[in-house]
């Protein structure tokens, strides 16, 4: 059995550990500042609440899901004694130069997923420092697929795909919220509404898969001359709704690159 410590147990941290947790080729520690929650987290689970050092001196691989102003104060103490471990970061605007700088070591993999790892159907990109050892990236690529899908994509389109999955499955929840909020004003329950558009998503993502079309052909054989769904796609269109997606895209990109800078200045500054 090997062993994975998880420092941070936050949101993402503690939806990774309970995934891991199913896996019995795995021993799972978990370490966290706030004592009381991890350990009622950890009997939850099933997993360990330990210490930082005993976590280090155990695990083959580390999760790091820290907050990124808190890594900064950690570097130190996580590479002493610790060049058996590859590590995996969950930390925003961290990079893998600068992880491979304060840790000592290139055995590093960033990933990024999203809020739908507390329910095994996260999206997540994983970013391998490019001299990390074949094996330890396949080996992370295994316990990403633990609660979701897993993509390669290059470091610099980090910023990419955070506006087109970390922070758009908020989009599609309100989108989600809206659209059943207008069932409402028509005079139906919220509850119906919500499960209506839910489902309707659902589908909408299945015939998109299904069929390998592009999404506007898709939506154009929907729309019947004169019909109902083009009076829907009339308005849509004249509010800009393209555009304002488009452009929250891009503000969250812009928001990642500030934080890539942020970051990197912290770090010198701490070094």
């Not at 990236?137 to 697929?145: A, S």
Request: aromatic share 4%; proline share 3%.
């Amino acid at each position: 059995m090997k062993t994975i410590g998880i420092v941070g147990c936050g949101n993402m941290g503690s939806a990774i550990a309970s995934a891991l947790a199913k896996d019995t080729n795995w021993e799972v520690l978990v370490h966290d500042t706030r004592t009381e929650h991890v350990h009622q987290f950890a009997q939850t689970v099933h997993v360990r609440a330990v210490e930082l050092d005993e976590l280090l001196s155990a695990s083959s691989i580390v999760v790091l899901a820290v907050k990124p102003q808190v890594i900064g104060y950690l570097y130190e103490r996580l590479r002493q004694g610790c060049t058996h471990i590859s590590w995996i970061s969950l930390i925003a605007g961290v990079t893998n130069d600068t992880l491979a700088a304060e840790l000592g070591t290139e055995q590093i993999v960033r990933i990024q997923p999203n809020i739908a790892a507390q329910v095994g159907k996260a999206v997540t990109a994983v970013v391998p420092h490019p001299k990390a050892d074949p094996a330890f990236i396949e080996e992370t690529f295994n316990i990403v697929r633990q609660f979701g899908s897993a993509y390669g994509i290059p470091e610099d389109q980090m910023a990419a795909f955070t506006g087109v999955s970390g922070s758009a499955i908020a989009a599609c929840l309100l989108f989600l919220h809206a659209v059943a909020m207008g069932g409402v004003q028509e005079g139906l329950s919220y509850p119906l509404a919500l499960s209506l558009i839910r489902d309707t998503a659902e589908s909408a993502t299945a015939v998109l898969r299904e069929t390998g079309r592009n999404p506007i052909d898709l939506a154009i054989t929907v729309c019947s001359p004169g019909g109902m769904t083009i009076e829907m796609m009339h308005v849509l269109q004249s509010s800009g709704f393209e555009g304002i997606l488009m452009d929250s895209v891009e503000a969250v990109a812009e928001k990642v690159r500030m934080l890539d800078e942020l970051a990197a200045s912290r770090a010198k500054k701490l070094s």
